[in-house]
């Protein structure tokens, strides 16, 4: 086993140097007696007094604990093997020692063990002149002011500063930080613009321990749970890549262009599987893709991130991506059209992929998780606010903070309070949320830095905050124990919590609906009403149109009967004037007939 740690600070840089010597006892400081001031005193009579006006000190020497070793053994006749493997049969036991070897509880054992082994040789060989000591003592830090503190600061070492766009902790410890840079601004990236991403040392901010060269700016990357040497990284050109770091700083391998995203890939996560080989990805232009690392030629699956085809049929375009091991066949998408979509994979269908969508953020949706003591709450930060969901809940958040000044670019839950989450603001503010100690305002507020923030994530043990700067700047914050250490019936406290605001929206959310019915029905009686007007109305405009039309009738046949009997004696009258007169015209004309035969009986003969 070799155990080398190497300072590549200045010695000038570590303080003040600890010496460790044996040596005899040395006089320091010697004051003889002032023989003037003893004509101040009167000399009393003889007494002894013991007198200490200096500091009690004293020299020992130090020494390693002893280790002391005992030998045991046990006797595998019985208990030692499983009733089913014969010790005396070879391959038996061989067939079970690398079934046992193969468990991950097993190599966790032994990687524990390990380090306790490292610490006894270490102990043996070198003194810890920083150790901590009552570290096994329990103590209640729940009364202490929440704080933090910069342990390091991590610059992008080039002259053209890059954005600091994903941060992923190294899963094996929280010695190593894999950090992305790229210039997200469109077309601010000129081509002499590096493209190397690094991989540091926490405690050795001065040079990263490993480059990352890819083909196109890295926007996000992950490693692997499973296999810490291996990280997936998602470029700006849209390829997706995968390096090992024992090969070195290029990629193994990298998608083809054509089989690749379209836009910058913003996420990209590990699934859950056997062989912890398979991840996906997302990216604005509206895919998320799965892909196998040990074949990267194209996706084993896809899916576009279309919630109503019907009603438009333009994809959403993801910004970020949530996963639950628990959960192996859901995912969450955040979209840059701020909503929240929930998926499943096994779905038969591409339209039931998305079960539903949770819609309330007015921009891109820049972090999703869910919280990994309670899975069916979620958070969701994105344009000024951050918002904490349920799954039984579709329409309304059940909790969320009040609308900031600055924009939020990045948030996660705290993995050891189930209470706590973090969130990073365009300010350069991170912000700590407590929402046992309150909800209106952030219990912690650190300024970090003067530009914005962009990414922020948090190491397991939850002591450990990195947060990535505009300019390339990853600052590293301790946390104070109140923060990182879980109160005492928290979990039960803020499960209460929960399920009282889920049963207080789905209230409202009843009552809500019951209005809306309400005015439904409402309006459909008042229309109803007025349709009844309108019919009652058009019946009486009809029958007010027929006695007007039967009136007129009515007069206009009086008239009429009125001229005809007018008519009618009017024509008597004529015909009485007409028959005096025609017996006057016969009279005359007898009259003129025989005026005429005498004159023709007058006139002479020819």
């Known amino acids: 086993m070799e155990i080398v740690y190497v300072y590549t600070k200045k010695r000038n840089e570590f303080g003040r140097q600890c010496n460790?010597?044996?040596?005899?006892?040395?006089?320091?400081?010697?004051i003889p007696p002032d023989e003037k001031l003893a004509g101040d005193y009167i000399e009393r009579n003889p007494c002894d007094t013991g007198i200490q006006c200096s500091q009690e000190m004293s020299e020992h020497e130090l020494n390693t604990e002893r280790f002391e070793t005992e030998s045991r053994g046990i006797n595998h006749v019985e208990g030692g093997w499983p009733k089913d493997v014969n010790p005396a049969e070879v391959e038996q036991t061989i067939r079970f020692r690398k079934k046992v070897e193969k468990d991950e509880n097993y190599i966790n054992i032994i990687q524990q063990l390990g380090s306790v082994m490292e610490h006894c040789i270490q102990q043996n060989n070198a003194i810890d002149i920083y150790e901590?000591?009552?570290?096994?003592?329990?103590?209640?830090?729940?009364?202490e002011p929440p704080s933090a503190k910069t342990i390091n600061v991590f610059r992008d070492p080039n002259e053209r500063k890059r954005t600091a766009t994903s941060l992923s902790w190294y899963p094996d410890g929280a010695r190593k930080l894999a950090v992305s840079y790229s210039i997200l601004e469109f077309q601010k990236s000129q081509s002499d613009t590096p493209m190397d991403s690094y991989i540091w040392d926490i405690e050795n901010p001065n040079k990263p321990e490993l480059a990352l060269k890819p083909v196109s700016p890295l926007v996000c990357l992950e490693y692997n749970p499973k296999d810490p040497h291996i990280l997936i990284a998602g470029?700006?050109?849209?390829?997706?890549?995968?390096?090992?770091?024992?090969?070195?700083?290029?990629?193994?391998?990298?998608?083809p262009i054509e089989k690749s995203h379209r836009d910058p890939v913003y996420k990209g996560i590990f699934l859950q599987s056997k062989t912890g080989t398979e991840c996906f990805t997302t990216s604005t232009d509206g895919q998320v893709l799965w892909w196998d690392i040990r074949k990267l030629g194209e996706p084993t699956e896809s899916l576009l991130l279309v919630p109503n085809p019907k009603e438009n049929p333009r994809?959403?375009?993801?910004?970020?991506?949530?996963?639950?091991?628990?959960?192996?066949?859901?995912?969450?998408?955040g979209t840059e059209q701020g909503s929240v979509l929930l998926c499943n994979r096994k779905a038969k269908t591409p339209?039931?992929?998305?079960?539903?969508?949770?819609?309330?953020?007015?921009?891109?949706?820049?972090?999703?998780?869910?919280?990994?003591?309670?899975?069916?709450?979620?958070?969701?930060?994105?344009?000024?606010?951050?918002?904490?969901?349920?799954?039984?809940?579709?329409?309304?958040?059940?909790?969320?903070?009040?609308?900031?000044?600055?924009?939020?670019?990045?948030?996660?839950?705290?993995?050891?309070?189930?209470?706590?989450?973090?969130?990073?603001?365009?300010?350069?503010?991170?912000?700590?949320?407590?929402?046992?100690?309150?909800?209106?305002?952030?219990t912690l507020s650190i300024q970090v830095c003067d530009e914005a923030l962009n990414s922020l994530r948090v190491q397991d043990q939850g002591r450990l905050v990195a947060c990535g700067s505009h300019a390339g700047t990853v600052t590293l914050l301790e946390l104070s124990d109140g923060l990182c250490n879980i109160q005492r019936n928290e979990k039960s406290s803020v499960n209460a919590m929960f399920e009282r605001e889920t049963k207080r929206e789905k209230i409202l959310e009843t009552r809500h609906r019951e209005m809306k019915l309400k005015e439904r029905s409402k309006s459909q009686q008042e229309k109803d009403d007025a349709e009844k007007q309108d019919e009652e109305?058009?019946?009486?405009?009809?029958?007010?149109?027929?006695?007007?039309?039967?009136?007129?009738?009515?007069?206009?046949?009086?008239?009429?009967?009125?001229?005809?009997?007018?008519?009618?004696?009017?024509?008597?009258?004529?015909?009485?004037?007409?028959?005096?007169?025609?017996?006057?015209?016969?009279?005359?004309?007898?009259?003129?007939?025989?005026?005429?035969?005498?004159?023709?009986?007058?006139?002479?003969?020819?």
């Open 537 to 606: 109305s058009e019946e009486d405009l009809i029958q007010k149109a027929e006695a007007d039309f039967f009136a007129v009738i009515e007069a206009e046949m009086k008239i009429r009967d009125t001229k005809e009997k007018q008519q009618m004696e009017s024509l008597k009258q004529m015909n009485k004037t007409l028959t005096g007169d025609g017996n006057q015209v016969n009279n005359m004309n007898e009259e003129l007939l025989e005026k005429d035969e005498d004159e023709v009986a007058q006139s002479p003969r020819v």
């Open 20 to 30: 460790f010597s044996d040596r005899q006892a040395e006089l320091h400081v010697d």
């Open 235 to 255: 470029c700006y050109n849209g390829q997706i890549g995968f390096w090992d770091t024992r090969k070195g700083s290029h990629p193994v391998e990298v998608t």
């Open 351 to 442: 339209s039931d992929k998305i079960v539903c969508s949770f819609t309330q953020h007015y921009g891109p949706v820049y972090a999703v998780q869910r919280n990994p003591f309670f899975p069916k709450q979620f958070l969701s930060v994105g344009d000024w606010g951050a918002r904490i969901w349920s799954e039984d809940l579709r329409d309304s958040a059940i909790m969320w903070t009040r609308e900031n000044m600055s924009y939020m670019t990045d948030g996660c839950w705290s993995p050891v309070r189930p209470a706590v989450f973090f969130t990073t603001k365009m300010n350069g503010t991170v912000d700590v949320w407590d929402y046992l100690f309150k909800q209106n305002d952030p």
């Open 315 to 333: 994809p959403m375009g993801g910004m970020s991506l949530e996963y639950e091991p628990t959960m192996p066949t859901k995912f969450m998408v």
């Open 132 to 143: 901590t000591y009552f570290h096994d003592i329990e103590s209640d830090s729940s009364g």
